[in-house]
Protein backbone atom coordinates (compact mmCIF):
# COMPACT_ATOMS: atom_id res chain seq x y z
CA UNK A 1 0.00 0.00 0.00
CA UNK A 2 1.22 3.15 -0.78
CA UNK A 3 2.14 5.69 1.91
CA UNK A 4 1.09 9.10 1.95
CA UNK A 5 2.99 12.08 1.54
CA UNK A 6 2.09 13.96 4.04
CA UNK A 7 1.71 10.31 6.52
CA UNK A 8 0.52 10.52 9.99
CA UNK A 9 2.12 10.19 13.01
CA UNK A 10 1.89 7.25 14.51
CA UNK A 11 3.36 8.01 17.72
CA UNK A 12 0.91 9.43 20.58
CA UNK A 13 2.14 12.41 22.35
CA UNK A 14 1.44 11.99 26.16
CA UNK A 15 1.74 15.26 27.68
CA UNK A 16 -1.96 16.08 27.08
CA UNK A 17 -2.57 13.56 29.68
CA UNK A 18 -0.28 15.72 32.64
CA UNK A 19 -2.17 16.17 35.97
CA UNK A 20 -4.84 13.88 35.19
CA UNK A 21 -4.40 10.95 37.18
CA UNK A 22 -7.65 8.88 36.18
CA UNK A 23 -6.39 5.90 33.49
CA UNK A 24 -9.30 6.39 31.29
CA UNK A 25 -9.59 10.55 31.40
CA UNK A 26 -5.59 9.85 30.44
CA UNK A 27 -6.42 7.75 27.48
CA UNK A 28 -9.46 10.51 26.25
CA UNK A 29 -6.58 13.05 26.39
CA UNK A 30 -4.24 11.49 24.35
CA UNK A 31 -6.32 9.89 21.89
CA UNK A 32 -8.18 12.68 21.34
CA UNK A 33 -4.78 14.95 21.24
CA UNK A 34 -3.42 12.47 18.63
CA UNK A 35 -7.04 13.10 16.58
CA UNK A 36 -6.89 16.48 16.84
CA UNK A 37 -3.11 17.07 15.59
CA UNK A 38 -3.70 14.17 12.59
CA UNK A 39 -6.95 13.55 11.90
CA UNK A 40 -8.53 14.83 8.41
CA UNK A 41 -11.54 15.40 7.33
CA UNK A 42 -12.49 12.31 4.58
CA UNK A 43 -15.67 14.04 3.04
CA UNK A 44 -14.02 16.82 1.94
CA UNK A 45 -10.84 18.11 0.99
CA UNK A 46 -9.71 19.75 4.60
CA UNK A 47 -6.69 18.75 6.17
CA UNK A 48 -8.15 19.41 9.57
CA UNK A 49 -10.83 18.41 12.47
CA UNK A 50 -11.57 20.65 15.36
CA UNK A 51 -12.70 19.40 18.85
CA UNK A 52 -15.90 20.61 19.36
CA UNK A 53 -16.49 22.59 22.80
CA UNK A 54 -20.22 22.11 23.83
CA UNK A 55 -20.26 19.32 25.27
CA UNK A 56 -22.88 17.61 22.88
CA UNK A 57 -23.34 13.62 23.97
CA UNK A 58 -22.58 12.15 20.25
CA UNK A 59 -20.27 14.36 18.57
CA UNK A 60 -16.31 15.27 19.39
CA UNK A 61 -15.22 16.53 16.33
CA UNK A 62 -16.48 18.27 13.58
CA UNK A 63 -14.82 20.00 10.20
CA UNK A 64 -15.04 23.81 10.00
CA UNK A 65 -15.46 23.38 5.91
CA UNK A 66 -18.16 20.98 5.42
CA UNK A 67 -20.20 20.69 8.93
CA UNK A 68 -19.42 16.95 9.29
CA UNK A 69 -19.68 15.76 12.76
CA UNK A 70 -17.85 12.88 14.21
CA UNK A 71 -17.58 10.51 16.85
CA UNK A 72 -13.68 9.27 18.22
CA UNK A 73 -13.78 6.12 19.85
CA UNK A 74 -10.71 4.33 21.27
CA UNK A 75 -9.53 0.91 22.84
CA UNK A 76 -6.49 -0.50 24.10
CA UNK A 77 -7.37 -3.69 23.07
CA UNK A 78 -8.23 -4.57 19.60
CA UNK A 79 -11.55 -3.75 17.99
CA UNK A 80 -13.38 -6.61 17.26
CA UNK A 81 -16.78 -7.31 17.01
CA UNK A 82 -18.61 -4.32 19.08
CA UNK A 83 -18.11 -1.15 20.75
CA UNK A 84 -19.34 0.25 23.90
CA UNK A 85 -20.88 4.18 22.99
CA UNK A 86 -22.52 6.62 24.82
CA UNK A 87 -26.29 6.48 26.12
CA UNK A 88 -28.85 4.32 24.23
CA UNK A 89 -31.74 6.76 23.82
CA UNK A 90 -30.09 10.13 22.17
CA UNK A 91 -27.88 8.01 19.61
CA UNK A 92 -31.02 6.00 18.31
CA UNK A 93 -33.12 9.38 17.91
CA UNK A 94 -30.37 10.74 15.78
CA UNK A 95 -29.66 6.95 13.92
CA UNK A 96 -33.55 7.01 13.20
CA UNK A 97 -33.46 10.44 12.07
CA UNK A 98 -30.45 9.61 9.45
CA UNK A 99 -28.47 12.11 11.55
CA UNK A 100 -26.04 9.63 12.84
CA UNK A 101 -22.49 11.19 13.15
CA UNK A 102 -19.86 9.77 11.64
CA UNK A 103 -17.36 7.83 13.50
CA UNK A 104 -13.56 7.18 13.77
CA UNK A 105 -12.79 4.26 15.64
CA UNK A 106 -9.59 3.55 17.02
CA UNK A 107 -7.25 0.74 18.61
CA UNK A 108 -3.51 2.01 20.50
CA UNK A 109 -1.17 0.46 22.04
CA UNK A 110 -0.33 1.16 25.62
CA UNK A 111 3.16 -0.42 25.74
CA UNK A 112 4.65 1.73 23.37
CA UNK A 113 1.48 4.33 22.58
CA UNK A 114 1.29 3.74 19.11
CA UNK A 115 -2.12 3.94 16.80
CA UNK A 116 -2.00 0.78 15.69
CA UNK A 117 -5.48 1.05 13.70
CA UNK A 118 -7.79 3.86 12.67
CA UNK A 119 -11.05 3.29 10.77
CA UNK A 120 -13.37 6.10 9.59
CA UNK A 121 -17.26 4.72 9.56
CA UNK A 122 -19.55 6.77 7.31
CA UNK A 123 -22.85 8.19 10.21
CA UNK A 124 -25.33 6.52 7.10
CA UNK A 125 -23.96 3.12 7.40
CA UNK A 126 -25.09 3.77 11.13
CA UNK A 127 -28.21 1.76 11.19
CA UNK A 128 -30.83 0.67 14.15
CA UNK A 129 -28.84 -2.97 13.36
CA UNK A 130 -25.85 -1.86 13.84
CA UNK A 131 -27.08 -0.35 17.84
CA UNK A 132 -27.20 -2.60 20.56
CA UNK A 133 -29.50 -1.62 23.51
CA UNK A 134 -27.85 -2.56 26.56
CA UNK A 135 -29.43 -3.93 29.97
CA UNK A 136 -30.24 -0.97 32.63
CA UNK A 137 -27.46 -0.51 34.94
CA UNK A 138 -28.22 -2.61 38.39
CA UNK A 139 -30.43 -0.99 41.20
CA UNK A 140 -26.63 -0.94 43.16
CA UNK A 141 -24.75 0.92 40.05
CA UNK A 142 -23.48 5.01 40.74
CA UNK A 143 -25.89 5.63 37.38
CA UNK A 144 -28.81 3.05 38.51
CA UNK A 145 -31.10 2.08 35.45
CA UNK A 146 -28.97 4.11 32.89
CA UNK A 147 -29.03 2.66 29.34
CA UNK A 148 -26.25 2.43 26.78
CA UNK A 149 -25.42 1.12 23.90
CA UNK A 150 -22.98 -1.08 21.45
CA UNK A 151 -21.98 -0.28 17.83
CA UNK A 152 -21.91 -3.59 16.12
CA UNK A 153 -18.76 -3.37 13.68
CA UNK A 154 -19.86 -6.99 12.36
CA UNK A 155 -23.40 -5.36 11.36
CA UNK A 156 -21.37 -2.62 8.74
CA UNK A 157 -20.72 -3.75 5.83
CA UNK A 158 -16.85 -3.58 4.54
CA UNK A 159 -17.83 -0.85 2.26
CA UNK A 160 -18.51 1.16 5.12
CA UNK A 161 -15.69 0.51 7.05
CA UNK A 162 -12.90 2.55 5.92
CA UNK A 163 -9.20 1.96 7.24
CA UNK A 164 -7.01 5.29 7.53
CA UNK A 165 -4.26 2.49 9.55
CA UNK A 166 -4.39 -0.86 9.35
CA UNK A 167 -1.59 -3.68 9.67
CA UNK A 168 -0.95 -2.82 5.87
CA UNK A 169 0.16 0.60 6.73
CA UNK A 170 -1.66 4.39 6.18
CA UNK A 171 -3.94 4.47 3.48
CA UNK A 172 -3.51 7.53 1.11
CA UNK A 173 -6.18 10.41 1.91
CA UNK A 174 -7.47 10.44 -1.83
CA UNK A 175 -8.31 6.62 -1.21
CA UNK A 176 -10.22 7.31 1.41
CA UNK A 177 -11.95 9.40 0.43
CA UNK A 178 -12.94 8.12 -2.85
CA UNK A 179 -14.23 5.12 -0.88
CA UNK A 180 -16.50 7.62 1.49
CA UNK A 181 -17.81 9.33 -1.60
CA UNK A 182 -18.90 5.72 -3.02
CA UNK A 183 -21.61 5.40 -1.02
CA UNK A 184 -22.89 8.77 0.10
CA UNK A 185 -26.10 8.18 -1.63
CA UNK A 186 -27.37 6.17 1.00
CA UNK A 187 -27.48 9.06 3.24
CA UNK A 188 -29.71 10.37 0.95
CA UNK A 189 -32.06 7.29 1.41
CA UNK A 190 -35.23 7.77 3.89
CA UNK A 191 -34.71 5.82 7.37
CA UNK A 192 -36.49 2.90 6.67
CA UNK A 193 -34.91 2.26 3.11
CA UNK A 194 -31.15 3.24 4.37
CA UNK A 195 -31.15 -0.28 7.15
CA UNK A 196 -32.61 -3.09 4.30
CA UNK A 197 -29.78 -1.26 2.06
CA UNK A 198 -27.15 -1.76 4.24
CA UNK A 199 -27.84 -5.09 5.62
CA UNK A 200 -28.48 -6.30 1.65
CA UNK A 201 -25.35 -4.75 1.22
CA UNK A 202 -23.32 -7.14 4.12
CA UNK A 203 -25.49 -9.78 2.50
CA UNK A 204 -23.89 -8.90 -0.82
CA UNK A 205 -20.28 -9.08 0.61
CA UNK A 206 -20.42 -11.99 2.18
CA UNK A 207 -21.09 -13.91 -0.90
CA UNK A 208 -17.16 -12.68 -1.65
CA UNK A 209 -17.43 -13.13 -5.30
CA UNK A 210 -18.91 -10.56 -7.78
CA UNK A 211 -21.71 -12.60 -9.62
CA UNK A 212 -24.95 -13.84 -7.66
CA UNK A 213 -28.29 -14.64 -8.25
CA UNK A 214 -31.78 -13.38 -6.41
CA UNK A 215 -31.64 -17.28 -5.30
CA UNK A 216 -28.75 -16.65 -3.32
CA UNK A 217 -30.12 -14.30 -1.18
CA UNK A 218 -33.09 -16.41 -0.26
CA UNK A 219 -29.93 -18.35 2.04
CA UNK A 220 -30.17 -14.90 4.58
CA UNK A 221 -34.27 -15.25 4.59
CA UNK A 222 -33.87 -16.30 7.98
CA UNK A 223 -31.30 -13.88 9.13
CA UNK A 224 -32.89 -11.19 7.73
CA UNK A 225 -36.33 -11.85 8.90
CA UNK A 226 -37.41 -10.44 5.77
CA UNK A 227 -40.48 -10.65 2.93
CA UNK A 228 -40.87 -11.49 -0.83
CA UNK A 229 -41.56 -7.29 -1.21
CA UNK A 230 -37.91 -6.96 0.60
CA UNK A 231 -36.29 -9.19 -2.24
CA UNK A 232 -38.43 -7.03 -4.84
CA UNK A 233 -36.27 -3.89 -2.91
CA UNK A 234 -33.44 -6.12 -3.55
CA UNK A 235 -33.36 -5.57 -7.62
CA UNK A 236 -33.72 -1.62 -6.67
CA UNK A 237 -31.02 -1.69 -4.90
CA UNK A 238 -28.89 -3.50 -7.43
CA UNK A 239 -29.58 -0.93 -10.17
CA UNK A 240 -28.58 2.10 -7.39
CA UNK A 241 -24.93 0.06 -7.03
CA UNK A 242 -24.53 -0.48 -9.70
CA UNK A 243 -25.44 2.88 -11.09
CA UNK A 244 -23.61 4.38 -8.12
CA UNK A 245 -20.08 2.47 -8.65
CA UNK A 246 -19.83 0.26 -12.13
CA UNK A 247 -17.29 -1.85 -10.90
CA UNK A 248 -18.57 -3.08 -7.55
CA UNK A 249 -20.60 -6.14 -8.69
ZN1 LIG B 1 -15.04 18.43 5.70
Redesign the pocket.
Known sequence: MMIDSSAMELQLNLHPADGYKSPSQRARRITEAWFAQNAY??????EN?SPTRDNTRVVDFV??????EFQLKSKSNPLGRKIRDAAYQPMIERVNANQSPHFAFMHYARDNWSVRKLIFVPGYFITPSVIEKCKPLSASARRAGWVGCNILLYMIPPDGRLPVISCDGISPKQDIRQKWERFTWIGKALPESRGWITDILLCVRRFGRHEFSLADMYEFEGELAITIDYYQNFHILLYAISANSACLL
Open positions: CPVCPSLCSDCGA
